[in-house]
């Protein structure tokens, strides 16, 4: 599983950069905070899927890595 137009260290960077916009360590903050209201729907649940994505993505390779060392 790679992805063929960034690389690890710039996807960690990219979900970095989401999560401390909204000032959260996981993406499931995000949608937190968006259903008590502290954050408006739009772009923030577009930030938190994407966000989500990328941590899924990133875990899967965490995975895949060490399955590969075995």
Request: with cysteine.
């Amino acid at each position: 599983m790679n992805c063929p137009i960034m690389g690890t260290s710039q996807l960690k960077k990219k979900l970095e950069k989401i999560l401390s916009r909204y000032g959260v360590k996981e993406p499931e903050e995000i949608e937190r905070k968006i259903e008590r209201g502290e954050l408006p729907e739009h772009p923030a649940y577009e930030d938190f899927l994407s966000a989500l994505a990328l941590k899924n993505y990133l875990e899967g390779k965490s995975v895949d890595k060490k399955a590969n060392q075995v």
